[in-house]
């Protein structure tokens, strides 16, 4: 099992570009995250997905649209890159034990 | 409102014992998590504990909830330095709500 995986591992963009981060999972979980971790404040929900065919807003959705593709993968989409979305970002995904969730590696996105 | 407070640094000396705490705001959580993430990695569950239970213990970790004071602790004994790395206290609301805390940076120096 490779659990949560995501691409890019690192992406550069420059202001009003725009470009979609990939997850995926094989776990077979329902439930699945987006993430972004900024120094000194932990880690804020930006989307999530219940269930295939389900998604909704988290604490800080705004500059972001998602897409849950199949029950395996869950994207990410910037459509006009500003600087105040550079982040590290991570996918999770749960489904088991505790509501418990398993995190991908991250992409560290810095757009200038 | 919902929040999870961290101290932000935490230094021990190597053999020595680790105690992380956390405050959570909400005493509906229904569960209460331990994570780790050590440098350009993702977060990885270390432990977690039901809100009914007091203690929880796993090999080094000993989990301590007080849930009078809405206060979650992690020791972990016998420190190593590859326990360094970023420890997030995080609560779960039920449905697909988890607070996480800022994180707490722990040093082992050897």
């Known amino acids: 099992n490779a659990g949560v995986t995501q691409t890019p591992k690192f992406q550069v963009l420059k202001t009003g570009q725009s470009m979609t981060l990939q997850c995926a999972q094989d776990m077979n979980h329902n439930s699945m995250y987006w993430y972004r971790q900024d120094p000194g404040m932990g880690l804020r929900l930006i989307y999530y997905s219940a269930s295939e065919g389900t998604t909704d807003k988290g604490e800080v959705p705004n500059g972001y649209n998602v897409s849950r593709l199949n029950k395996r993968e869950f994207s990410l989409r910037l459509e006009s890159a500003a600087p105040s979305q550079t982040s590290v970002y991570f996918c999770?995904?749960?489904?088991?034990?505790?509501?418990?969730?398993?995190f991908g590696p991250g992409t560290r996105l810095t757009v200038l | 409102g919902e929040d999870v407070e961290q101290s932000l640094f935490l230094s021990v000396r190597e053999g020595d014992s680790s105690v992380i705490n956390c405050t959570y705001t909400?005493?509906?959580?229904?569960?209460l998590y331990w994570y780790k993430q050590e440098p350009g990695a993702g977060l990885q569950l270390l432990t977690y504990i039901f809100s009914n239970m007091d203690m929880k213990q796993d090999q080094r970790l000993t989990v301590l909830l007080n849930k009078k004071d809405k206060h979650l602790s992690l020791r972990i004994a016998d420190t190593q330095t590859g326990d360094s790395a970023i420890y997030f206290c995080?609560?779960?609301?039920?449905?697909?709500?988890?607070?996480f805390g800022a994180g707490t940076r722990l040093f082992v120096k050897a």
């Open positions: 999770a995904s749960s489904g088991g034990t505790a509501d418990t969730q398993y």
């Open positions: 909400d005493s509906s959580s229904t569960y």
């Open positions: 995080a609560e779960t609301l039920g449905g697909f709500k988890t607070i």
